[in-house]
């Protein structure tokens, strides 16, 4: 559940900064379907800090946001 919380967050933070996943792919070294892949609900994607990292820098929003869970 809380791969999917991440990739949904992902998600949202892009599209709130006007950014494709190829885009966002681009500006972390990463492939769209990395991306696509971490931002589907019907996938289990793990992500490294190192990647949440550079997707938070990219994103402009803190780490730790990708990490609060909803209960």
Do not use: W
């Amino acid at each position: 559940m809380e791969y999917l919380q991440v990739g949904l967050k992902i998600a949202y933070y892009r599209k709130l900064r006007g950014l494709t996943q190829e885009e966002l792919a681009e500006r972390i070294d990463r492939t769209p379907a990395f991306i696509g892949h971490v931002e589907a609900p019907n996938i289990k994607k793990a992500v490294s800090l190192d990647t949440l990292f550079a997707i938070s820098s990219v994103l402009d929003v803190p780490a730790y946001k990708f990490l609060m869970f909803d209960d």
